[in-house]
């Protein structure tokens, strides 16, 4: 019998080293561990156990002493079974793992949560978000798909997709795989979701150098994942799909490609799986003047690699999730950096943010059976719901919605507030700039170790509120008639995420224009189909961009086992398409909007953000909570779709 991947490679590490490793670990996902080795639940009913649960943070507040004494018990159990040649650990019962997870987190882990959560955990080493491999050989031979895009979801596709048995093409514009984690490679450019359970769920990784870890280290696991699944060959990097037609003759989709050099090419595909993303295309705001810019200018995603910053005085327009990092990555290298920001930004405190993964937690990761699990399952689970409960507008609120939503909101603001106080000493006018006039969580969050408001207090930095008139030559001048000298400009303004699937043209059933029947209103039925396109799945579609926690990737994951889902039931039932019965589509987009009107981050009072379109709606992001998505997208229903 093949060993549980997950339980561990057999070590001959001396005492003295595993107890330096201990040092390193999370104390309470040691404790899981233990638990697997010993099969003994006694472990769990001492006074040493984690005091509570906060997002990012790993030891579970407990007392140095404490932390101490649980790596005094785990150092003799961990060396016996090594003298005892690690033996896979047995399975544990249902109930001994609903109550180590309750152990860890500190709270009751409510039952329509276990499925989900073990599926993340595969304490069973089993990948259980496979998806079928439909019977007939033949009839899967004669179904290829085209998958656009090699970023997380895409080279999530592929990997079902081969898996399935399925034919398919991955077209990729890039000449490398990560799409988003490709692209932006700016300095600074890193995740803010900890790398432990931003990954696949059954392609962990423990090489992670840092918990967050940076743009290279992203392209390089997925450049990885894509070879140790074998789906290289089917990747045509340089090619960009610049539309799809389908024909409902032939029920098939005609994918026109533009080839590496230039030329127009076709696919045939009787499914298209678009895992394009919703920020990929560039925003570059159209401000007066910027064509006479003397110097070099460039939007955060296109960073120019070959211009060294060196003595030159940057000017950077905008500051969201992208230039917050930038900004004090480049402090140093630059003379002088004038940073733009229209609105400021909430931010949420995350000491650990740039920390290095201790030698001691990648030993723990390689060989202690199931810590790599259950360290997943313990920074998943903070950012499951509460996020979203937090962003939830309470009705009853007495206090200012323009402010604050609710109590929880109003915690959060206080907490976040404290955060940027404690940090910016006296300095009122800065403090004055770097604090947000709307609710916390009204628009993306950023993790924070300190390292932004230390950039703002440099001498040599300047943080400008005043909005932007024109760009001179060498200037960028502001409303007030000051001119801020500049060599050089960073445009960190974000992506066109309004305009779903731009700027392909997708042509469906009746001729339709996909983009034009949306507009800036893109909808999708559980983000997924559209109605009059047959065959043609989104992922990380309208409507499924996360605001409040989880991450894409387990996203991604529920929309690909529910597409593969799908074409199981489209390929062995004979069938030549479905798309969504428009009445289930249009009652989910109305849920969608009813539903995302009672969150925060719909209120007026968050004036500028890229989840709303230029009317002030929110078509992209999901307003449901994560193990409800999960559920919904377990089994495609073909009673949801018109079947041909
Ligand atoms: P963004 O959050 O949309 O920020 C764009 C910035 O440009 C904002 O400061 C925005 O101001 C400003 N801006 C846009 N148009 C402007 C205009 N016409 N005039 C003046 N200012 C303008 O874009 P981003 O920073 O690239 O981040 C986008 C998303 O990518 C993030 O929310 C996140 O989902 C993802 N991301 C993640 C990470 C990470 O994981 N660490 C890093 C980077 C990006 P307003 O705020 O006033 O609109």
């Known amino acids: ?86 033996p896979e650990p047995a399975p544990l019962s249902a109930d001994l793992i609903l109550e180590m997870m309750e152990w860890l987190v500190c709270e009751p882990v409510p039952a329509e949560y276990v499925p989900m959560l073990l599926e993340e955990l595969e304490l069973d080493g089993r990948d259980s978000r496979r998806v079928a491999a439909p019977e007939s050989q033949a009839a899967r031979d004669a179904f290829h798909v085209v998958v656009i895009g090699c970023g997380q979801s895409g080279i999530l596709a592929g990997i079902r997709l081969a898996e399935a048995g399925i034919p398919f093409s991955i077209v990729e514009k890039n000449d490398g795989v ?50 140790r699944h074998g789906i290289r060959r089917r990747i045509r990097f340089g090619t960009e799909v610049v539309g799809a037609t389908w024909d409902d003759a032939t ?29 990929n295309r560039p925003n570059v705001p159209s401000i007066p003047g910027q064509e006479s810019f003397a110097g070099p200018s460039f939007h955060s995603a296109r960073w120019d690699h ?48 740039h920390e290095a993964v201790g030698p001691g937690v990648r030993w723990a990761l390689e060989h202690l059976p199931f810590y790599g699990r259950w360290y997943r399952f313990l920074i998943f689970w903070p950012g499951c719901e509460k996020g979203l409960e937090a962003a939830r507008v309470d009705p009853d609120y007495r206090g200012d919605p323009s402010v604050a939503v609710s109590e929880l909101n109003e915690g959060a603001r206080l907490m976040f507030l404290d955060w940027i ?41 300047d943080l400008v509120r005043t909005p932007i008139e024109r760009i001179e030559p060498d200037a960028v001048v502001t409303d007030d008639g000051e001119r801020h000298p500049a060599d050089v400009i960073v445009y960190a303004t974000g992506f066109q995420a309004s305009k779903a699937l731009y700027p392909m043209t997708i042509v469906g059933r009746d001729g339709t224009d996909l983009r034009q029947m949306w507009g800036e209103r893109p909808a999708a039925y559980l983000g997924i189909t559209v109605p009059g396109f047959p065959n043609l799945f989104c992922m990380y579609g309208p409507g499924t961009n996360l605001a409040h926690g989880g991450s894409l990737i387990l996203h991604s994951e529920c929309q690909m086992r529910y597409i593969g889902d799908a074409l199981d039931q489209i390929i062995d039932g004979g069938i030549t398409s479905i798309e969504p019965r428009r009445a289930r589509y249009e009652d989910w987009h109305a849920r969608c909007q009813a539903e995302l009107a009672t969150l925060v981050w719909a209120q007026p009072s968050v004036k500028h953000s890229f989840y709303k379109n230029s009317a002030g709606e929110i078509h992209g992001l999901s307003p449901w909570r994560l193990v409800d998505y999960w559920a919904w997208t377990r089994e495609a229903d073909l009673t949801d779709f018109v079947v041909r």
């Open 1 to 86: 019998m093949t060993r549980n991947p997950w339980s561990g490679i057999p070590f001959d590490t001396p005492d003295d080293e595993i107890a330096a490793a201990l040092a390193d670990v999370s104390v309470p996902t040691l404790v899981m561990s233990l638990v697997h080795i010993t099969g003994d639940a006694e472990l769990l009913h001492g006074p040493l156990r984690p005091a509570g649960l906060f997002l990012n943070e790993v030891q579970g507040f407990m007392s140095p002493e404490d932390q101490q004494a649980v790596r005094d018990l785990a150092l003799p159990i961990i060396c016996d079974y090594r003298d005892r040649g690690c």
């Open 178 to 227: 990560g799409g988003t984690w490709y692209e932006n490679s700016y300095p600074g450019a890193r995740v803010d979701v900890g790398n432990h359970f931003y990954c696949y769920s059954f392609e962990p990784s423990n090489e992670w150098t840092e918990f967050f870890a940076q743009q290279p280290e992203l392209q390089a696991y997925f450049e990885r994942v894509v070879d």
């Open 251 to 279: 029920g098939t989709w005609d994918v026109e490609v533009r080839e590496p050099d230039g030329s127009t090419g076709h696919l045939e595909a009787r499914a298209v799986i678009s895992a394009v993303g919703q920020l």
């Open 306 to 353: 070959d211009l060294d910053l060196a003595g030159k005085r940057v000017a950077m327009i905008g500051a969201g999730a992208s230039g917050f990092q930038i900004a004090p990555a480049i402090a140093d290298d630059v003379e002088h950096l004038t940073i733009f920001q229209r609105t400021a930004q909430w931010m949420f405190p995350n000491p650990a943010y």
């Open 421 to 461: 106080q404690s940090q910016i000493g006296d300095d009122p006018d800065l403090l004055a700039k770097v604090t947000p006039d709307y609710p916390a969580t009204g628009k993306r969050t950023l993790q924070d170790n300190g390292s932004w408001l230390r950039t703002l207090t440099r001498d040599d930095v």
